[in-house]
Nanobody, 120 residues
Framework: QVQLVESGGGSVQAGGSLTLSCAAS????????MGWFRQAPGKERERVAT????????YLADSVKGRFTISQDNAKNTLYLQMYSLKPEDTGMYYC?????????????WGQGTQVTVSS
């Protein structure tokens, strides 16, 4: 069964930090591109970061470069998004997703999402 389970969201003040985790089924984790997307109320979903679990090649959106880091623990089939210097505009529902290709415009597998709220 394909599963992506996010955790680690919460509420923080601007300037604070959070780390999101995504536990994935081994079938996905070992063969796919995994990524983080976010969606704020009234806005389109935004690609935040992606990485190929086998070979790396991390990608970070310009809006988060220098503040967010995508990383992985292959032993735990877990993807992380470490977020620093958070801003109110980082607020939104964060989703973990997986697809064979990081260039995909429509990732095939999605988690349930975890809420991140940054207050000013």
């Amino acid at each position: 069964q394909v599963q992506l389970v996010e955790s680690g969201g919460g509420s923080v003040q601007a300037g604070g930090s959070l780390t999101l985790s995504c536990a994935a089924s081994a079938l996905i984790y070992n063969n796919y591109c995994m990524g983080w997307f976010r969606q704020a109320p009234g806005k389109e979903r935004e690609r935040v970061a992606t990485i190929y679990t086998g070979i790396g090649r991390p990608y970070l959106a310009d809006s988060v470069k220098g503040r967010f880091t995508i990383s992985q623990d292959n032993a735990k089939n877990t993807l992380y998004l470490q977020m620093y210097s958070l801003k109110p505009e980082d607020t939104g529902m964060y989703y973990c997703a997986a697809d064979p290709r990081c260039t995909s415009t429509n990732f095939g597998y999605w988690g349930q999402g975890t809420q991140v709220t940054v207050s000013s």
